[in-house]
């Protein structure tokens, strides 16, 4: 598989949607590269899974061992740092909501391709000898003309007492998803008409190989005119990066972020989808591991406000490096 500049992944979308020709795309968070397959069904350089489709059968998976996942995270003053410049730039008003990541280096027993295989997400991709990445969190929906985003912020340990209660009882993780579905609203607005948000703060369950999660997500959805599928690529783009993961106001958030996490992101915190010549299905990847060097990276990240507290926020990045087995 090439990859390809971000600004042709965009060009290539539109021209693809034009002829109703399915494609898998992906673009990285700093919107610098990405990859696009026409036909990808047939093409297996990538390996990808969302909902029902896939361009596999059933894999190969080498021994059903338990998996063993060791985290060996930084430490929590380093943590301090970045959530004290974080802070700074929200209480001078330069973002209201800010997603702070980690890359955690781990060790585990799977190779990726295992690790593809035995994970349970409706969003999966696989780029060989790089990264694996098993996402439940949708980035847009496009179906008969209607475009739909699902933002998902605030998580809590299942198994603590009440915890659904909890959840939506919290004044902070309130604050934080109300602000993320504002920005998804505005941002779906760029590119839709009839915006609005069909359900908020419903409650999903997440299975990991630790523990399970809850998660609250909000469904929000406008409808497109004309003839989109020739424009899909630039319906894409005009709303990245995705708002769930940077942040609000984008631009200065996003720079704020560069000089809290000193790195680029890369593919984690991107988006890639399939488009099988009706409907586009996308994700945003989260739930993300990648090897560089021999090495694997678990990246991982929660949303910081002015009512945020480091230490429960650095618990959460711990929290959320989990195989969802």
């Known amino acids: 598989m090439i990859e390809l500049d971000a600004n042709l992944v965009c060009r290539k979308m539109n021209v693809a949607g034009k002829r109703r020709v399915p494609y898998l795309f992906g673009v990285d968070f700093e919107m610098e590269n990405g990859f696009f397959i026409e036909h990808p069904m047939e093409n297996h350089s990538l390996l990808f899974t969302i909902g029902n489709q896939s361009n596999h059968t059933t894999l190969p998976v080498a021994g059903q061992a338990p998996a063993r996942l060791t985290k060996t995270p930084g430490s ?102 109300n602000t993320i579905v504002d920005l998804i609203r505005n941002d779906l607005s760029i590119v839709a008409e009839q915006v609005r948000v069909r359900r908020f703060r419903y409650v999903d369950v997440l299975k990991t190989n630790q523990k399970e999660l809850l998660q609250t997500s909000s469904e929000i959805c406008g409808k497109l005119s004309g003839n989109y599928h020739e424009r899909l690529g630039n319906i894409i783009f005009d709303m990245l990066p995705a708002g769930s993961i940077s942040g609000a106001p984008k631009q200065s958030t996003v720079n704020t972020i560069r000089e809290a996490e000193k790195m680029n992101r890369g593919y984690y915190t991107g988006v890639f989808g399939y488009y099988d010549g009706e409907t586009l299905d996308s994700a945003v990847m989260i739930r993300y591991i990648e090897q560089e060097g021999g090495k694997y990276y678990f990246r991982s990240g929660g949303g910081i406000t002015v009512n945020s507290k480091p230490e429960e926020e650095y618990q959460e990045v711990l929290d959320k490096i989990y195989l969802p087995l």
């Open 76 to 177: 929590y003053q380093d943590y301090l740092r970045k959530f004290g410049l974080v802070s700074t730039a929200l209480h001078k008003g330069n973002s209201f909501l800010l997603n702070l990541t980690e890359r955690t280096p781990i060790e585990c027993n799977l190779s990726l391709e295992d690790i593809y295989s035995r994970s349970h997400a409706r969003y999966k991709i696989l780029m060989p000898g790089k990264f694996v990445c098993f996402s439940p969190e949708s980035f847009v929906q496009i179906t008969s003309g209607e475009i739909s985003s699902y933002p998902m912020k605030g998580t809590i340990d299942a198994s603590l007492p009440n915890a659904a209660e909890q959840l939506m009882a919290d004044y902070k993780e309130t604050c934080e998803h």
